[in-house]
Nanobody, 125 residues
Framework: QVQLVESGGGLVQPGESLRLSCTAS????????FGWYRQAPGKQRELVAS???????RYADSVQGRFTISRDNAKNTAYLQMDSLKPEDTSVYYC???????????????????WGQGTLVTVSS
């Protein structure tokens, strides 16, 4: 199986920056996509940004121009650089990955999506 571990959350003031990291480990053949989602209390989980293995990125309108998603394929890691943070960015941020996983037979692969445990980002003065 595959585990995703996020880090980098914390408490910052409006206008400051944070960088989140998400590292995948396990029986990984390749990671097709990484996505960062967030969920505030009482709200639905929403996509913040995603990045394909090719480097193609996509952003929610609310973070366009302030957040940057990137990935290091050699390290199976994705990053979310968050600049000019606002109080409304306060949420638990979750990493999601679409992964080709090696099956026990050592020959076949299967595609599955995995989630991290979440990291809290609080933006407050």
């Amino acid at each position: 199986q595959v585990q995703l571990v996020e880090s980098g959350g914390g408490l910052v003031q409006p206008g400051e920056s944070l960088r989140l990291s998400c590292t995948a480990s396990g029986n990984i053949v390749s990671i097709s996509s990484f996505g960062w989602y967030r969920q505030a209390p009482g709200k639905q989980r929403e996509l913040v940004a995603s990045i394909m293995r090719s480097g193609t990125t996509r952003y929610a309108d609310s973070v366009q121009g302030r957040f940057t998603i990137s990935r290091d394929n050699a390290k199976n890691t994705a990053y979310l650089q968050m600049d000019s943070l606002k109080p409304e960015d306060t949420s638990v941020y979750y990493c999601n990955a679409g992964v080709w996983v090696a099956k026990p037979d050592g020959v076949n692969q299967e595609y599955s999506a995995f989630w991290g445990q979440g990291t809290l980002v609080t933006v407050s003065s």
